[in-house]
Nanobody
Framework: QVQLVESGGGLVQAGGSLRLSCAAS????????MGWYRQAPGKQRELVAT???????TYADFVKGRFTISRANAKNTVSLQMNSLMPEDTAVYYC??????????????????WGQGTQVTVSS
């Protein structure tokens, strides 16, 4: 099993910054993708940013230039630096992991895992 532990959410005024972190642990052979999604009340979960193992990043248009995703490989940790926060960034932010793990007969399987979510609230 894999566990994702998130930290860093909270309340901040518009224009402020927060840094989210997510640490992955457990039966991980290798990591394909780490990233962040968010879900605001009454809305669907949406991609914020992802980082694949080769180092390429993907950002949603609404965070480009404001958010930066990074990874500390040795610790299987991904962080999201969020600057110039706006009230519309208010949401529960979820860490996402796509990883490889051994299944039956040592077959390598690609699996997904999600964190429990951390609340980010931006006041106007």
């Amino acid at each position: 099993q894999v566990q994702l532990v998130e930290s860093g959410g909270g309340l901040v005024q518009a224009g402020g910054s927060l840094r989210l972190s997510c640490a992955a642990s457990g039966s991980i052979v290798s990591i394909n993708t780490m990233g962040w999604y968010r879900q605001a009340p009454g809305k669907q979960r949406e991609l914020v940013a992802t980082l694949i193992s080769g180092g390429s990043t993907t950002y949603a248009d609404f965070v480009k230039g404001r958010f930066t995703i990074s990874r500390a490989n040795a610790k299987n940790t991904v962080s999201l630096q969020m600057n110039s926060l706006m009230p519309e960034d208010t949401a529960v932010y979820y860490c996402y992991l796509r990883y490889n793990a051994y299944g039956d007969y040592f077959k390598l399987n690609a699996l997904d895992a999600w964190g429990q979510g951390t609340q980010v609230t931006v006041s106007s």
